[in-house]
């Protein structure tokens, strides 16, 4: 049988908001222990062991997570950013012929194009393509070696602009390269972000 410490961390770890308020400190123990205790347990006879986990869970994730943090915000220090405008991602059920890409990506039963908007010229009526979006932008985050070797980099990136409201259209990972694709209307606010990470 599960302690009640390891049951109190598979449920923050279902919650990353959770895992964040703790690593931060800034939770009520006391009202999470109890809301923790009703879900998990069917009622409060369990709350202060509870939230007795909840503090040394608190204190492992702040201890932690630091050392990680300064990692992720090192990496995004040693990277840079650009920006090309007058992008389309075009969505194929197969692969198109004739066209240069930016970005190519195949997955099961459907292709992905990040191209530049003059491409687009080039598809005609083509009845493989299922979708097309234009007026978009092209940031890429050029990124040290060390990303490959250091957990959290892209959340850190993505949940920053998340939390922005900045929906990314597509999203490419090689190598050291990140590639973001988002409205032309979001492109000043996702350029002015990422700038501030990487300080």
């Known amino acids: 049988m599960e302690s009640i410490s390891e049951l109190v961390w598979l449920y923050v770890k279902k919650r990353p908001f959770l895992k964040e308020i703790l690593r931060e400190r800034i939770a009520n123990y006391s009202a999470l222990s109890r809301k923790i205790s009703r879900e998990a347990f069917g009622s409060v ?3 202060n062991a509870v939230k007795m986990a909840l503090v040394r ?3 492992r994730l702040s201890e932690k997570e630091e050392s990680l943090e300064e990692k992720i915000l090192r990496t995004l220090k040693g990277s840079s950013v650009s920006i090309l405008s007058k992008v389309a991602v075009v969505i194929s ?3 198109l012929e004739g066209i240069r890409y930016l970005s190519y990506v ?3 039963g459907v292709v992905t194009y990040i191209v530049e908007e003059k491409e687009l010229e080039k598809l005609g009526r083509s009845k493989s393509i299922i979708r097309t979006e234009s007026n978009l932008n092209l940031i890429s ?3 040290p070696p060390a ?3 250091t957990p959290g980099v892209l959340a850190h990136m993505l949940d920053a602009l998340a939390g922005e409201g900045i929906n ?3 999203f490419v990972s090689c190598y050291t390269d990140t590639l973001l694709v ?3 209307a979001d492109t000043v606010r996702t350029y002015e972000l990422l700038s501030l990470l990487m300080g």
């Open 106 to 108: 195949e997955s099961k």
């Open 57 to 59: 869970l608190s204190e």
């Open 182 to 184: 988002v409205k032309q």
């Open 93 to 95: 059920a197969r692969e």
């Open 168 to 170: 990314i259209i597509e």
């Open 45 to 47: 006879s369990k709350q």
């Open 147 to 149: 990303m490959e070797d």
């Open 141 to 143: 985050v050029h990124s």
